[in-house]
């Protein structure tokens, strides 16, 4: 299908089309990541840094489109563990803000994407990341597939709920550790330079050349890993399989290191 034509179809028209082809989308979508995570995360560019270990789980939505949840083990990655809330030090700050980023330029506010394709569905042009127009593009990107708007499944409590995301969320001009209340709970994040309440975090030069939405987190603690890579692993288990390993890993993963 000619992408222009795909450009014309409505979102319950496109819905359709996969639909039909299901087999199709879900091939496409497995050869598209692999041939991503060969020459672009594990390539000569290492936009993410060195990858010296990695879970990752393809899972499906309702409307069978599938995606990726992702653990990254980072050579030489600082240790967060000893921070508390409040300012990156300089010697971290540099790692945070080589992974995640949560800006959006100002250009983008009156960008008007009603007379051009939607950005996912452009070819990453062959330039650095240094040109003009790669920028302009990861603008158009960011604006498109990552800025957050509420809606039901994340006002879990009605329209006027507070949204389960934490957004909107509080700009600011250097990276920083965060006191958050999210999905239930009060944790330490990291937070990346903001200047968009509704961006969630992305690495620019991923999210260039992959094209779609993502939620890019640097997570402080090894439980925190531990608690992310046995939840997706059992997410669909029986009998309160996750809570059971999420107890064992609360007794022994006390001063252990991520890995």
């Known amino acids: 299908m000619d992408p222009l034509e795909i450009a014309a179809k409505s979102k319950t028209e496109l819905a359709e089309v996969l639909g039909t082809h299901l087999n199709l989308a879900v091939e496409h979508f497995q050869v598209r990541w692999v041939t991503f995570w060969d020459h672009i995360v594990m390539g000569e560019g290492r936009p993410l840094g060195t990858i010296v270990d990695c879970f990752w789980r393809v899972e499906f939505q309702e409307r069978g489109s ?26 971290v700050k540099t790692f945070v803000d080589s992974i995640v980023c949560a800006q959006l330029g100002s250009e ?6 009603s007379e051009v394709l ?13 040109n003009d ?28 709920a507070n949204c389960r995301f934490g957004d909107p969320r509080p700009l ?57 890579t046995a939840f997706y692993l059992t997410k669909h288990e029986e009998n309160n ?3 059971r390993i999420l107890y064992q890993l609360s007794k022994n993963t006390r001063n252990r290191i991520v890995k």
């Open 66 to 91: 599938p995606h990726i949840h992702m653990l990254l083990c980072v050579e030489n990655a600082p240790d967060l563990s000893t921070l508390g809330e409040g300012v990156i030090p300089p010697e």
């Open 108 to 113: 983008m506010n009156d960008f008007d994407f």
């Open 118 to 130: 939607h950005p996912c569905m452009m070819r990453a042009p062959m330039h650095s990341m240094e």
């Open 133 to 160: 127009v790669e920028e302009v593009r990861a603008g158009a990107l960011a604006q498109c597939v990552q800025t957050h708007r509420c809606r039901k499944y994340c006002k879990l409590g009605g329209q006027h």
């Open 172 to 228: 600011s001009n250097e990276s920083t550790i965060q006191n958050v209340f999210r999905h239930g709970k009060t944790k330490l994040v990291v937070s990346p330079a903001r200047t968009h309440s509704r961006v969630n975090e992305y690495n620019p030069s991923v999210l260039s050349f992959l094209g779609a939405n993502m939620d890019a987190q640097i997570l402080i603690y090894a439980y925190g890993a531990a608690v992310y």
């Open 241 to 243: 399989l996750a809570a």
